[in-house]
């Protein structure tokens, strides 16, 4: 089956930078948007980035001038370049991948990795 696998995530300190990655493996025939949300405690997950097929990228309004989604189409991998980072950017961030798997090429579906923690603080 469709697998995502993320890694990235840790302990940084107020300023510093993580990269997130995110590779989507298994039956896959074709992927359309990537992208990755997060979760605080008691908070609603919400958008960070996300890139479509064809290189676009968009942004969550907290994420803006930061942070940097880019894909590798080859790797299917999706990266999150995080720079600047702030107490309040602590959450678990979860790789979101819309794709077609082999089995069904007409729907695209969409599958979410585990969630890498990524905690920000002095």
């Known amino acids: 089956q469709v697998q995502l696998v993320e890694s990235g995530g840790g302990l940084v300190r107020p300023g510093g930078s993580l990269r997130l990655s995110c590779a989507a493996s298994?039956?896959?025939?074709?992927?359309?948007?990537m992208g990755w949300y997060r979760q605080a405690p008691g908070m609603s997950r919400e958008l960070v980035a996300g890139i479509t097929s064809g290189g676009s990228p968009y942004y969550g309004s907290s994420s803006k001038g930061r942070f940097t989604i880019s894909r590798d189409n080859g790797e299917n991998t999706v990266y999150l370049q995080m720079n600047s980072l702030k107490p309040e950017d602590t959450a678990v961030y979860y790789c979101?991948?819309?794709?077609?798997?082999?089995?069904?090429?007409?729907?695209?579906?969409?599958?979410w990795g585990q969630g890498t923690q990524v905690t920000v603080s002095a």
């Open positions: 298994g039956p896959i025939f074709s992927i359309s948007d």
């Open positions: 979101q991948v819309d794709l077609r798997d082999t089995f069904d090429t007409t729907h695209y579906r969409t599958y």
